[in-house]
Structures are given as C-alpha cells and as structure tokens.
C-alpha cells in the first residue's frame, strides 16, 4: 500500500516548501493541488467544465502562481462539481507508490482521510503576508488582505472548507527557519514510518 502525506493549511503557510522537501527526502511523488484549482480558474468560461477538461499542461503555466490566479482559483474551488470533477485525478496520483505528498486544503479531510501522516501547517496573518509579498514582490499590506479574504473564502465555503482533520499534527511555522520547519515535518513523518 502507498504511504500518502496530506498537508493541508491555509494560503503561504510553509506547506508547499515542506511537501516539497518530503517529497525529496522520502523518495515520494508530490502534488501541489493548489494548481488544479488555479489552472481551472485560469481557463476561463465554464468552470465545471475547465474541470472537466483540465490535463497536464494546463499545469505548467507560470502565470498560475500569481495572487490573481490564487483568487480565481479561491473562488471556483467553492463550486461543489469543480471540486467533484478533480477529485479522481487526485486519488490516482496518491495511490502510486511507493509514496505520495499531495498538499491543498482538503487533502488530510476530504482527498486522503486514511493517509498516513495529515499535517496541517500554519503561520501568523503577518508572517505570511510578508513571505508572499517578498515572493511575488508585491504590498505586504495588500497581500495581507488578500490572503485574509482567501482564508475566509476556503474556510467558510460549504464544501470541503479548510480545516485541520481530526488526527492532524499542526504545525506552526511562524518563528521557525525552513530548515526548522522542514526538520520537525520530517520527524513527524518517520514517528508514523
Ligand atoms: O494552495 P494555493 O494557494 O495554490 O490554492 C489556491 C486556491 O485553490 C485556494 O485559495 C483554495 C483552492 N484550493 C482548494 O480549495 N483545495 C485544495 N486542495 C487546494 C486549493
């Protein structure tokens, strides 16, 4: 059986950096299912049927990393048939082995509820807007209130809201370097190995 990691936690949080660095530490395939949402956003027309008809190149658009895409993606990504239409796409990247990390906001509640190992990765309003203004250097008082207004959107929404499953390891990022981040996500990975 594959040994699935679900990282969920809301917008800058750290959890892309971590999946990442789990994925090449553990030897497992990682999916960032934030952009399926924003390659969804991104097509325009219909979303159900963006969804629908999403393939591996809609993924590697450089463009989807922008805050515009993030809300586009915050707000079709609270349309029940978007979220249907992607869900067998995920299923089949997390059971490959020998392992998968896929991070969103469902992954360890909705996706992946019998994964191994679910973190959920959190860090102060203040210090993530600042990682993603230095990011895409843009206002970190604008980013602020984007990230605010995503954050509502995702956990507020009626289906699939952001939220720590039951039996998650939460991991606050805020006064932690990368590689303490990192170090700590690795551990709780191997305590479950
Ligand atoms: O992780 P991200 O910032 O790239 O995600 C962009 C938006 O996509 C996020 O605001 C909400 C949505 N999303 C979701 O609803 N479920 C996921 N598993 C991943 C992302």
Known sequence: MPFIIAIDGPAASGKGTIARALSAHFGFHHLDTGLLYRATGAK??????A?????????????LRSAEAG?????IAAIPEVRAALVEF???FAAQEPGAVLDG???????CPHAQVK???VASDQVRAERRAAELGADPAEMLAQLQERDRRDSERATAPLRPANDAVVLDT????VQQAIEQA???????R
């Open 44 to 49: 325009g027309g219909d979303p159900v049927l």
């Open 51 to 63: 969804a629908q008809r999403l393939c591996a190149d809609d993924l590697a658009s450089p463009d």
């Open 71 to 75: 809300q586009a993606a915050s707000r």
């Open 90 to 92: 995920q299923h089949r």
């Open 105 to 111: 906001r469902d992954i360890g509640t909705v996706i």
């Open 119 to 121: 973190l959920y990765v």
């Open 174 to 177: 805020s006064t932690l370097s």
């Open 186 to 192: 690795i551990q709780a990975v191997a305590k479950a």
